[in-house]
């Protein structure tokens, strides 16, 4: 959310996060790398755009034109610079000077050799464990962010991957409406409209490069968990991977597995929503997970086919109008899970990522803490594959991605809720190899033909074939009759040759021995 150095009660008087570079010379003295022209503070620029109509709580809200109520000045970093100081790189260049390109693979999950597979493991654990190097969380809205005596600003520390968690939730609570009442729901900023493809994307790149960071090698890429086999079961829920089942209790994990040691965050959604607090990075129970086990809903006791992909690939548009849950024919909607994989809008469907959550049953199925469950991660560098897929084949303009009216947060030049430095929906709708830094090794599914497709090919192989049977039955004919002529009684024709009867194919009696 915020760096640390913006957590004070004069940064948030001033409004202004612009820590420095390098204190040279005491603080205040290189503000966003200026003094070595990698950046400088300016005006923050908050989308104002209409939103639909889905939130209509418009000034109740802290995520409202983020980053705003918190923030109006930041860095702005000039060419491949970036991060909260301009410290680093954007993703795919490196260097000093942010001059090297660079490139990195996410691979499939079951490809990676055992010392990948226990390297993946273990670095996801020490980022569970590490605490976040510049980042810090509110644990109060902004109405009391400045603590009970104005003077104590409400952050905390959080560990590198709970901040990935914490990210998550932030940007699906409710909105607090006041004590006794009822928080509001219906808004959502990274899901149910088109920023769930950018948002994730997002949310992934910035654990990806913290998980670099940490380990200090810029090599390190996520892998991704190809969840649409069309077999039933979760083939990484072993533990050498991200866990087994218990032997004791199947909604929990196996002893066997480093995760069944991981405590979730968010877990006290009422509290949150009754007593208008937000999540602290208090740690509570452990990871729930009981794949197909949703007795109750035999509809989410399935994965996707790998049909369903090739199907959703195909479908054209972005996103459509009202750009919500109930699009269709939207390749957003349709890979988010609520329309059916050819695009079509049906309440009933749950398909792709949202029947891969409900699948989990248990933390992962439940928006507010899913991220707790590291299959979060592979489970959306899957989607994020599909999603670049799509632009790779579409090749769309940005103009297609809405600018105004699609749910609040969700609108194309919205800074991502709540990620710092501020970063829109826009930054992310490019291809990942050529933008971005970054590709997936996948083989896509190719699709199996409609009924109405096998239909057309067999018609037109049939009328190919008549035509065939028709031209030949022709040519003998003619052929037949021209020798009949050519048996005719005349002297003259004793002298005609071999090739004026051959007008197709000879018949038995011209062939020349
Ligand atoms: O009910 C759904 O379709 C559903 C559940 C769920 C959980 C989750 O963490 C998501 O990110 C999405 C989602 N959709």
Same mark, same amino acid.
Not at 3 to 16: D, F, I, K, W, Y
Not at 445 to 457: D, F, G, K, N, Y
């Given at each position: 959310?915020? #760096?640390?150095?913006?957590?004070?009660?004069?940064?948030? $008087?001033?409004?202004?996060?612009?820590?420095?570079?390098?204190?040279?010379?005491?603080?205040?003295?290189? +503000?966003?790398?200026?003094?070595?022209?990698?950046?400088?503070?300016?005006?923050?620029?908050?989308?104002?755009?209409?939103?639909?109509?889905?939130?209509?709580?418009?000034?109740?809200?802290?995520?409202?034109?983020?980053?705003?109520?918190?923030?109006?000045?930041?860095?702005?970093?000039?060419?491949?610079?970036?991060?909260?100081?301009? !410290?680093?790189?954007?993703?795919?260049?490196?260097?000093?000077?942010?001059?090297?390109?660079?490139?990195?693979?996410?691979?499939?999950?079951?490809?990676?050799?055992?010392?990948?597979?226990?390297?993946?493991?273990?670095?996801?654990?020490?980022?569970? %464990?590490?605490?976040?190097?510049?980042?810090?969380?509110?644990?109060?809205?902004?109405?009391?962010?400045?603590?009970?005596?104005?003077?104590?600003?409400?952050?905390?520390?959080?560990?590198?991957?709970?901040?990935?968690?914490?990210?998550?939730?932030?940007?699906?609570?409710?909105?607090?409406?006041?004590?006794?009442?009822?928080?509001?729901?219906?808004?959502?900023?990274?899901?149910?409209?088109?920023?769930?493809?950018?948002?994730?994307?997002?949310?992934? *790149?910035?654990?990806?490069?913290?998980?670099?960071?940490?380990?200090?090698? /810029?090599?390190?890429?996520?892998?991704?968990?190809?969840?649409?086999?069309?077999?039933?079961?979760?083939?990484?829920?072993?533990?050498? *991977?991200?866990?087994?089942?218990?032997?004791?209790?199947?909604?929990?994990?196996?002893?066997?597995?480093?995760?069944?040691?991981?405590?979730?965050?968010?877990?006290?959604?009422?509290?949150?929503?009754?007593?208008?607090?937000?999540?602290?990075?208090?740690?509570?129970? /452990?990871?729930?997970?009981?794949?197909?086990?949703?007795?109750?809903?035999?509809?989410?006791?399935? *994965?996707?086919?790998?049909?369903?992909?090739?199907?959703?690939?195909?479908?054209?548009?972005?996103?459509?109008?009202?750009?919500?849950? %109930?699009?269709?024919?939207?390749?957003? %909607? $349709?890979?988010? !899970?609520?329309?059916?994989?050819?695009?079509?809008?049906?309440?009933?469907?749950?398909?792709?990522?949202?029947?891969?959550?409900?699948?989990?049953?248990?933390?992962?199925?439940?928006?507010?803490?899913?991220?707790?469950?590291?299959?979060?991660?592979?489970?959306?560098?899957?989607?994020?594959?599909?999603?670049?897929?799509?632009?790779?084949?579409?090749?769309?303009?940005?103009?297609?991605? #809405?600018?105004?009216?699609?749910?609040?947060?969700?609108?194309?030049?919205?800074?991502?809720?709540?990620?710092? +430095? +501020?970063? &829109? %929906?826009?930054?992310?709708?490019?291809?990942?190899?050529?933008? *971005?830094?970054?590709?997936?090794?996948?083989?896509?599914?190719?699709?199996?033909?409609?009924?109405?497709?096998?239909?057309?090919?067999?018609?037109?192989?049939?009328?190919?074939?008549?035509?065939?049977?028709?031209?030949?039955? $022709?040519?003998?004919?003619?052929?037949?009759?021209?020798?009949?002529?050519?048996?005719?009684?005349?002297? &003259?024709?004793?002298?005609? $040759?071999?090739?004026?009867?051959?007008?197709?194919? #000879?018949?038995?009696?011209?062939?020349?021995?």
């Amino acid at each position: 959310q915020f #760096p640390r150095q913006c957590a004070t009660v004069e940064a948030l $008087t001033s409004g202004e996060c612009c820590p420095d570079l390098s204190p040279v010379s005491g603080p205040g003295s290189d +503000p966003c790398g200026s003094f070595s022209g990698r950046g400088q503070c300016i005006q923050v620029t908050a989308d104002s755009r209409p939103h639909g109509p889905q939130y209509m709580h418009d000034g109740r809200d802290d995520r409202e034109q983020w980053p705003i109520r918190f923030f109006n000045r930041t860095c702005s970093c000039n060419g491949n610079f970036t991060g909260y100081n301009c !410290g680093t790189c954007r993703p795919g260049w490196s260097g000093p000077a942010c001059d090297q390109p660079t490139h990195i693979v996410r691979r499939n999950l079951l490809d990676l050799s055992r010392e990948e597979k226990n390297r993946f493991v273990n670095a996801l654990n020490q980022a569970k %464990n590490a605490m976040h190097p510049d980042i810090v969380i509110a644990t109060r809205r902004r109405e009391e962010i400045l603590g009970p005596d104005g003077n104590t600003p409400e952050f905390e520390n959080v560990t590198i991957y709970n901040y990935f968690v914490w990210s998550h939730y932030y940007s699906v609570r409710k909105t607090f409406l006041g004590p006794g009442q009822q928080s509001f729901g219906g808004v959502d900023f990274s899901h149910e409209g088109p920023a769930f493809l950018t948002w994730h994307r997002y949310h992934l *790149l910035q654990l990806e490069r913290d998980m670099q960071d940490m380990l200090q090698d /810029p090599s390190f890429a996520l892998p991704y968990w190809n969840f649409a086999t069309g077999r039933n079961t979760c083939d990484i829920c072993t533990d050498d *991977l991200v866990g087994a089942k218990s032997n004791f209790d199947t909604t929990l994990l196996s002893q066997n597995t480093i995760f069944s040691q991981w405590r979730v965050l968010c877990e006290n959604i009422e509290d949150y929503d009754t007593l208008g607090t937000i999540c602290n990075s208090t740690e509570g129970g /452990p990871i729930r997970r009981n794949p197909a086990g949703n007795v109750a809903r035999p509809m989410v006791q399935r *994965l996707p086919e790998p049909q369903d992909v090739a199907l959703c690939l195909e479908v054209g548009l972005f996103d459509t109008p009202p750009f919500y849950s %109930n699009s269709s024919d939207s390749f957003r %909607n $349709t890979v988010e !899970g609520y329309s059916d994989p050819s695009g079509k809008y049906d309440p009933a469907v749950r398909s792709l990522h949202n029947l891969a959550h409900l699948f989990l049953n248990g933390t992962g199925g439940q928006t507010h803490l899913s991220p707790n469950d590291p299959i979060f991660v592979l489970l959306h560098t899957f989607t994020d594959a599909v999603f670049d897929e799509w632009l790779r084949r579409h090749n769309p303009d940005n103009s297609i991605y #809405p600018i105004e009216n699609a749910p609040i947060g969700h609108n194309r030049q919205y800074n991502m809720v709540p990620f710092w +430095p +501020p970063v &829109t %929906n826009n930054e992310m709708f490019v291809t990942a190899p050529e933008n *971005l830094g970054y590709s997936y090794e996948v083989q896509w599914p190719s699709r199996a033909l409609h009924v109405t497709e096998i239909i057309t090919i067999a018609i037109v192989t049939a009328l190919i074939l008549v035509a065939i049977i028709f031209a030949g039955a $022709t040519c003998i004919v003619h052929a037949r009759r021209n020798k009949d002529e050519s048996h005719q009684p005349l002297l &003259t024709d004793q002298y005609q $040759t071999y090739s004026d009867d051959y007008d197709c194919i #000879p018949t038995p009696s011209q062939s020349v021995v």
